[in-house]
């Protein structure tokens, strides 16, 4: 059954705070045995792939999640939950589905990037059925004082009268994004804001995110960095890496150190672009198809 538009579906997955539903935006034939997950940044939603989904459609189920604790997605009762091994372990739940036809035998990742991390955690796992991955500006070695401005502003607790106030500071803490028409950052905006019952604008995401950002401490972000290259090491399959090349995020380095180690990534540098590619244009998302359906 072939649509045209997305249908927003819900999955039943476990934390140690008890079960939770994520939400998830599903694009392309039901019955098409080539699925592509993709999954957003730490304070985006499953909204943000809309171009890139509606592009792929024809040739993929596209499957989009609200990682838990934005967008449509429930919030979790424990903040400290909010890491990457709960996200990995929803997707996995995510995954039983996807893959619950038995003509599905592969699962294409694309991933910014905290969905990148959450895809080196999943592709490195033994019987993993990640087929190609894609990790749009990230990698095991981030930048701290970038890890530091993000984790900044996720738990400022701004509302704002009205929608233009909201998606003009929108823009302003994504600027890093790069270029975009005044309807794009709109768009941008409009994914990550809702307007409560008292009439202001607020952000679609649990403030309770930032916990994880402010309980590491630099011994425990050495131990994650390790983790995350003994993951990557892990990785088999066919990997696109596509860097900002304005990145404060994912340096030159170690996106080089990539090309070199575990999957040997191919590495995409994107000039005038910091973190991260939105892939809202149409050169960029060519970049995805060209990566995928080769």
Sequence with gaps: MTMTEPRIRTVQCLSPGGLHRMAYKEWGDVDNPKALVCVHGVTRVSDDFDAMARALSPSYRVICPDVVGRGRSDRLRNPQHYQIPQYVSD?????????????????????????????????????????KLILNDVGPTLNS????????????????????DAARYIREISITFGPHSDDEWRKLALDVLRQGP?????????????????????????????????AYDAITCP???VRGAE??????????????????????????VGHAPTFMDPDQIRIVQDFLLA
């Design 198 to 230: 008292d009439g202001l604008w607020v952000r679609h995401y649990d403030l309770g995110l930032a916990a994880a950002f402010k309980s590491a401490t630099p011994e425990s972000l050495k131990v994650a960095e390790a983790l995350l290259w003994m």
């Design 145 to 164: 004082d970038a890890l530091l401005r993000i984790g900044d502003y996720i738990g400022q607790a701004v509302q704002f009268q009205t929608f233009d």
């Design 91 to 131: 997707m996995v739940t995510l995954l039983a589905r996807v893959t619950a036809q038995p003509a599905v035998t592969q699962v294409d990742w694309f991933g910014t990037s905290m969905g990148g991390l959450v895809g080196i955690g999943l592709a490195s796992l033994p019987g993993s059925p990640i087929g």
């Design 247 to 272: 990145s404060d995020l994912l340096s030159r380095q170690t996106a080089q150190a990539m090309t070199q180690r575990g999957p040997k990534a191919r590495l995409i540098e994107l000039p005038g």
């Design 239 to 241: 990997t696109l890496l």
